[in-house]
T-cell receptor, first 114, second 113 residues
Framework: ETGVTQSPTHLIKTRGQQVTLRCSSQ?????VSWYQQALGQGPQFIFQ???????GRGNFPPRFSGLQFPNYSSELNVNALELDDSALYLC?????????????FGNGTRLTVT | AQSVTQPDIHITVSEGASLELRCNYS??????LFWYVQSPGQGLQLLLK??????LVQGIKGFEAEFKRSQSSFNLRKPSVHWSDAAEYFC???????????FGAGTRLTVKP
């Protein structure tokens, strides 16, 4: 069973740039959720994708956008990067859509915005 | 608003000692509740979940948690802590209006030799 993999592991960007983060879901999982984890805080929900459609969104501005592909892998795109976007971005897959299906997390992408 | 609260930011216990990490939830008659663990530099791993039924739930790595409706709590326990248990622990509950798994702020566990 292949777990959730994320790439890249680390990334440094400049304010105003755009970034794309990638996630491969665990085999057999059709739902992907993205979280932002600032230093010393719990993960904050960005959005969930199910069968290539957004299926719920947290309190993040539209410059945070996503995609899910037919193989259930996913991308998180962030435009016009701000310093506060520096965080660990976590992808999690689950076997069912919705809020209460157990999440299987990748190890995250550490984004630093300078 | 529906949420979970972890009152303890940081806890230190000696190896071999017992552990209890606190989690309180707000709103919801019988919410689904989860505990996750995050080791340094890693993603989160599910320890256990409570959906309904028996209020004492067994998880992986020797952890258990007890749901107490009267106290709105879902505390995580382990009878004897190992050095490898040093990590960040998060309590979480689902928020159905936007399919959010809402996490608490976490409790960092340090294990003394």
């Amino acid at each position: 069973e292949t777990g959730v993999t994320q790439s890249p592991t680390h990334l440094i960007k400049t304010r105003g740039q755009q970034v794309t983060l990638r996630c491969s879901s665990q085999s057999g999982h059709n739902t992907v959720s993205w979280y932002q984890q600032a230093l010393g805080q719990g993960p904050q929900f960005i959005f969930q994708y199910y069968r290539e459609e957004e299926n719920g969104r947290g309190n993040f501005p539209p410059r945070f956008s996503g995609l899910q592909f037919p193989n259930y892998s996913s991308e998180l795109n962030v435009n016009a990067l701000e310093l506060d976007d520096s965080a660990l971005y976590l992808c999690a897959s689950s076997s069912q859509k919705g809020a209460d299906s157990p999440l299987h997390f990748g190890n995250g992408t550490r984004l630093t915005v300078t | 608003a529906q949420s979970v609260t972890q009152p303890d930011i940081h806890i230190t216990v000696s190896e071999g000692a017992s552990l209890e990490l606190r989690c309180n939830y707000s709103y919801g008659a019988t919410p689904y509740l989860f505990w996750y663990v995050q080791s340094p530099g890693q993603g989160l791993q599910l320890l256990l979940k409570y959906f309904s039924g028996d209020t004492l739930v067994q998880g992986i790595k020797g952890f258990e948690a007890e749901f107490k409706r009267s106290q709105s709590s879902f505390n995580l326990r382990k009878p004897s802590v190992h050095w490898s248990d040093a990590a960040e622990y998060f309590c979480a509950r689902p928020i159905y209006n936007n399919n959010d798994m809402r996490f608490g702020a976490g409790t960092r566990l340090t294990v003394k030799p």
